[in-house]
């Protein structure tokens, strides 16, 4: 089967730097996706990755490691605007569809 | 516009009647995907068309939903005979082709409420 695991909430502190895991488990894989969706609207795509190792743009960053099933995004410098659900999706499976995570609810504080 | 635009945007309806909801993709886009998520939940994958076929409706819940698309382009989406476990916010995506590395563009979504 396919499997997607998420914390469902975390809390930050504006400034500071938090990291969302994932774990997944899928017949097959050909890239993860990270992306943000803001409450009542829709998600936004943030990063892909397909390699192990570390992928960067700007304040966000997402990590891959396919042996161990896991992937992180890592957000720096946070700020109020990042207080958002952030999805997990892998692509794989026989048709190589996206399946979703349930999404990490990320609240920043002042 | 420039992106995936759905409508209606909600939608208020009673048990037992049929509901269509639309997506325009982005123009060009090939790829077409339908999800449902529903409150507090993650995105539940319903169906994909590369152009106008639909290689996987795998995830359609029951024979109550189908899904066409046209002229590679417009799709909609019909749920007969409701039930209130359809309520959910239904969500159209769409990317340049069905490729490992294409990103799925959102709509905003359809907001559907059985009573």
């Known amino acids: 089967g396919q499997n997607i695991d998420q914390p469902t909430e975390m809390t930050a502190t504006e400034g500071a730097i938090v990291q969302i895991n994932c774990t997944y488990q899928?017949?097959?894989?050909?890239?993860l996706f990270w992306y943000q969706q803001h409450a009542g609207e829709a998600p936004t795509f943030l990063s892909y990755n397909v390699l192990d190792g570390l992928e960067e743009k700007g304040r966000f960053s997402s990590f891959l490691s396919r042996s161990k099933g896991y992937s992180y995004l890592l957000l720096k410098e946070l700020q109020m605007k990042d207080s958002a659900s952030y999805l997990c999706?892998?692509?794989?499976?026989?048709?190589?569809?996206?399946?979703f995570g349930t999404g990490t609810l990320l609240a920043v504080q002042p | 516009g420039a992106g995936v635009s759905q409508s209606p945007s909600n939608k208020v309806t009673e048990k037992g009647k049929d509901v269509e909801l639309r997506c325009d993709p982005i123009s060009g886009h090939t790829a077409l995907y339908w999800y449902r998520q529903r409150l507090g939940q993650g995105l539940e994958f319903l169906i994909y068309f590369q152009g106008n076929s639909a290689p996987d409706k795998s995830g359609l819940p029951s024979d109550r939903f189908s899904a066409e698309r046209t002229g590679e382009s417009v799709s909609t989406l019909t749920i007969q005979r409701t039930q209130q476990e359809d309520s959910a916010v239904y969500l159209c995506a769409s990317s340049l082709y069905q490729g490992y590395n294409q990103p799925q563009h959102f709509g905003d979504g359809t907001r559907l409420s059985i009573l």
């Open positions: 899928t017949s097959g894989f050909n890239g």
């Open positions: 999706a892998v692509r794989g499976g026989a048709t190589n569809k996206l399946i």
